[in-house]
């Protein structure tokens, strides 16, 4: 199957994203199709992966086999490049970041704005200066589902810190772990420090900085229903207020781009909602939620026709 230098690997097992994956298959191979070769691992070929693996065992956890699918394609093929997208992924964008950067070893991208730890690692917060002088902060919390690797041992380096010191954050804690502690390997967080980027390769464009925030297109759990504790000031200073228009729907097409509330162009979309670990009638609900309340209509036609997510956004 190899064609090109770089592979794209997608892991699921759940046949409720069957839908959902359409959107990454078919993103992803519009915009980077031709530089890369895509491969997608599923229930319905996932045994005949599991036979061929040389350098693990298979084993019942999600998110460790596909860094470990994507190591053993990236060794068995010789790729000098991988890259790992999640299953609720839409791809919006030549990953200019990621395939133009053939010398660091891990390209990251940036996961909610929260600052999370173990016992062998701590996410950083930084200051940062804007250009009009004025100061904030940022979180380099990094997500595990939008992720390019130019060194299959690096890769490899996060399966085994992730297996040593395992716990719930899974191969998203391995990955924090390299980046922030081990530091083996160098690393770059392509859309960091987040205020000061030009490009968004994961969860910031929703413009929340939680999980379930967003119901039918309005914003929840913010203000006055503060369930994750922020500052009022902070929240109102961004508009997050219960039952406001969430940020998303302030999106716009630009010269065939797409671009969030802030203006910063989307390179991937990344839902991070959790729900894989939802009970059916609620991912149902979710799904729902996605296709007919989330987005705005230049936002869904840049979906369907620029991203070719057609039979999603039917």
């Not at 130019?150 to 924090?176: P, R, W």
């Not at 979710?286 to 991203?307: M, P, S, V, Y």
Request: aromatic content about 14%; proline content about 4%.
């Amino acid at each position: 199957m190899k064609k090109n230098k770089t592979a794209c690997v997608v892991y699921y097992t759940d046949d409720r994203y069957d839908e959902l994956i359409t959107n990454v298959k078919n993103s992803f191979l519009t915009f980077n199709g031709e530089e890369c070769d895509y491969y997608q691992i599923d229930h319905s070929n996932q045994e005949e992966y599991n036979q061929q693996l040389q350098y693990f065992e298979f084993a019942p956890e999600t998110f460790l086999m596909q860094y470990i699918y994507a190591y053993e394609i990236m060794k068995k093929h010789e790729y000098e490049k991988v890259i790992i997208l999640g299953s609720d992924t839409i791809v919006c964008s030549r990953l200019d970041e990621f395939l133009d950067d053939n010398d660091t070893p891990v390209l990251a991208t940036l996961n909610y704005w929260i600052q999370e730890s173990t016992e062998h690692w701590k996410t950083p917060v930084i200051e940062v200066t804007l250009p009009d002088g004025s100061k904030t902060i940022d979180h380099l919390n990094v997500n595990a589902d939008v992720v390019c690797f130019n060194d299959a041992d690096a890769l490899l380096k996060v399966i085994t810190l992730s297996m040593e010191h395992y716990c719930h954050f899974s191969i998203q804690g391995g990955l924090n772990e390299l980046i922030h502690t081990d530091k083996s390997f160098e690393s770059k967080i392509v859309d960091s420090p987040y205020p000061l980027s030009k490009v968004s390769y994961n969860c910031r464009s929703k413009g929340v900085p939680r999980t379930s925030m967003i119901e039918k297109g309005k914003l929840i759990n913010c203000w006055p229903r503060n369930v994750h504790g922020f500052p009022y000031e902070w929240l109102a200073e961004r508009n997050l207020l219960d039952g406001e228009p969430s940020p998303i729907k302030s999106w716009y097409v630009k010269d065939n781009k797409l671009y969030t509330h802030d203006h910063k162009q989307i390179k991937v979309f990344h839902f991070v909602e959790g729900i894989g670990g939802r009970p059916l009638e609620k991912f149902n609900e979710l799904i729902g939620d996605f296709k007919h309340h989330w987005f705005n209509d230049a936002t869904i036609n840049f979906f369907r026709e620029q991203c070719n997510c057609k039979q999603f956004f039917s």
